[in-house]
């Protein structure tokens, strides 16, 4: 078989050619992450000492990065400052949680069904745009002031925007897949596993990301209106550091709200990134 | 049958079993203005036989494809394959999130075969594509022409006797696209496949094709079949592939003319 050798050669050697590798390094690349983020926190910080340099809130109002930080420091050494974290993150997982199970399942279901789709499909979007502090009143009523109030309202924030990342996930699975997939000998259930969910992924990574951001905001406002007795939560701290009148006390208690929705953002993002760059779609 | 050239037929012709047969076949798109996409096509693909089919737009190639590979269902007439057949798509239509290996061991996956048998299999399924040290990789760091062969790979992974090809090759640049004439012509006689491979381009159909199958457009009907007789291996540029590549092309211009005046 002297000619398929020669073949074998030839198109080796043009996959050679045709491939090329590039890596950039790990250093190199967390350079390029945090490097911008330190400027910004340090433009803000910049800001912020101006504004009181400038002296147009007295400091009882308005303290200076350097005591909020402090404050923030010494928040860190306490226990109390710690189980109201954990209150308030525990709850924010559950909610979190339960709002994926439902949103995932309710994603499915719609994209399924074409009768859904045009009964429920347009409600679930306008939900979205409903600020979902409107909600409280109603989950009052309904819960009085309980757990189950902030989870309604969580539930109803975040799962939105859940089963809309899943519904626009496969909307968008390229009808090429599909086609290969059935053709391949994929169909009904064997078809969503293979093709249709790894497909919609990147989409509904986002949708839960967004489904987060949505059950953060809404568990904090929840936390803000909803006080249980005996609950310390970073909520009902923020509530006490304004009837206390501690702004370096409330401003510390607001960059630990940050950073909780920032570390969680991170983890989204990185998963993002993970697939996206698997899938060749995400340069560098 | 127009016969090209003055040899014999090939003897495996002669041996008489149908892989694919279509009778009175018809496709009427829906809709109250639907067009006539497929207007009767009569034609019978014998087991073994490499038979391209080539018109210009709006013949109906791709949907004639799509009819027999079961994607679509005729309007009217009678469609029979040897088996469930493979099907390429002009678009490699891998799965972006899947490993090579795994994107070729796929349609075994979805049959049920065990995880360490069919990449077993998928691993000689690309080798045969010459493909054995990009398993690992992803689609996307793959040039164009080898993304089709691990399409090719997964095409074959199917097992099946009969392999449909939609322009597989179209988006090629020319010497990828010899390469891969080369592989294919080189896999098809070493399985016994049937092929029967749809483009637009009258040379790539005479340098890979038993018989070229000549449709005309709006509605698609089977205008001539030209046997090609050449000696294989050909090459793309060879004189009698250029000879041969003529007479379509004429009649393939002659079939595009009608549709001027």
Not at chain 1, 36 to 61: D, H, Q
Not at chain 2, 150 to 162: G, Q
Not at chain 2, 167 to 184: I, N, V, W
Not at chain 2, 192 to 221: K, M, Q, W, Y
């Amino acid at each position: 078989m002297a000619s398929d050798t020669v073949l074998a050669t030839e198109i080796r050697g043009l996959d050679t050619l045709e491939t090329h590798v590039d890596g950039v390094s790990l250093g190199s690349r967390l350079w390029h992450g945090i490097a911008p983020k330190v400027v910004a926190v340090a433009i803000v910080l910049g800001l912020w000492e101006g504004v009181v340099l400038l002296g147009l809130k007295p400091e009882y109002v308005l303290p200076s990065p350097a005591q909020a930080l402090s404050e923030f420091a010494r928040q860190l050494g306490l226990s109390t400052f710690w189980h109201a974290v954990a209150v308030t993150v525990t709850r924010g997982v559950a909610g979190f949680t339960i709002a994926s199970v439902i949103g995932l399942a309710l994603g499915i279901l719609v994209s399924r069904s074409r009768f859904l789709r045009s009964a429920i499909g347009s409600l679930i979007t306008g939900l979205q745009t409903m600020p979902s502090i409107a909600w409280f009143p109603l989950a009052i009523l309904l819960f009085q002031l309980s757990e189950m109030a902030i989870l309604f309202v969580i539930l109803i924030g975040a799962v939105p925007s859940i089963a809309n990342g899943v519904i626009s996930g496969v909307d968008y699975v390229p009808p090429t897949l599909v086609r290969a997939g059935r053709n391949l000998g994929a169909s009904g259930l064997a078809m969503y596993r293979h093709v249709v969910l790894p497909a919609a992924l990147p989409s509904v990574v986002s949708g839960l990301k967004q489904g987060w951001a949505f059950a953060w905001r809404s568990l904090l406002a929840g936390e803000l209106i909803v006080a249980i007795a005996n609950r310390p939560s970073l909520g009902a701290y923020l509530s006490n550091s304004r009837e206390l009148g501690d702004p370096a006390y409330m401003i510390a208690i607001m960059i630990a709200i940050l950073l909780i929705g920032v570390l969680v953002d991170t983890v989204f993002t990185v998963v993002d990134t993970a697939i996206r760059r698997g899938r060749g779609v995400l340069v560098g | 049958m127009t016969q090209l050239t003055e040899r014999a037929p090939r003897p495996v012709l002669a041996a008489g079993r149908e892989a694919v047969t279509l009778r009175g076949v018809t496709k009427r798109y829906a809709g109250p203005r639907g067009a006539l996409a497929l207007d009767g096509i009569d034609l019978a693909i014998q087991r073994g036989e490499f038979v391209c089919v080539v018109g210009a737009s709006g013949c109906g190639k791709s949907t004639l494809l799509n009819l027999v590979s079961g994607l679509d269902e005729a309007t009217s007439g009678e469609i029979c394959v040897e088996g469930r057949p493979a099907f390429m798509f002009q678009e490699h239509a891998l799965m972006p999130w899947l490993s090579v290996l795994d994107n070729v061991a796929l349609p075994m996956r979805l049959a049920g075969r065990t995880r360490a048998d069919r990449q077993d299999a998928a691993r000689e399924f690309l080798a045969a594509v010459h493909l054995a040290e990009w398993s690992d990789r992803r689609p996307h760091e793959l040039s164009g022409g080898m993304r089709q062969r691990v399409a090719l790979a997964r095409t074959l992974a199917m097992e099946a006797s009969v392999l449909l090809m939609d322009e597989p090759f179209g988006a090629l640049d020319a010497m990828t696209r010899d390469l891969l004439h080369d592989e294919l012509e080189s896999i098809w006689g070493a399985r016994g496949l049937t092929i029967v491979f749809v483009t637009h381009n009258v040379r790539e159909a005479v340098r890979l094709a038993d018989r070229v199958v000549l449709l005309s457009s709006r509605p698609g009907r089977v205008v001539e079949e030209f046997g090609v007789d050449l000696p294989r291996p050909r090459r793309f540029e060879d004189p009698a592939v250029t000879a041969a590549s003529g007479d379509i092309t004429a009649a393939l211009r002659a079939e595009v003319a009608r549709h001027g005046v």
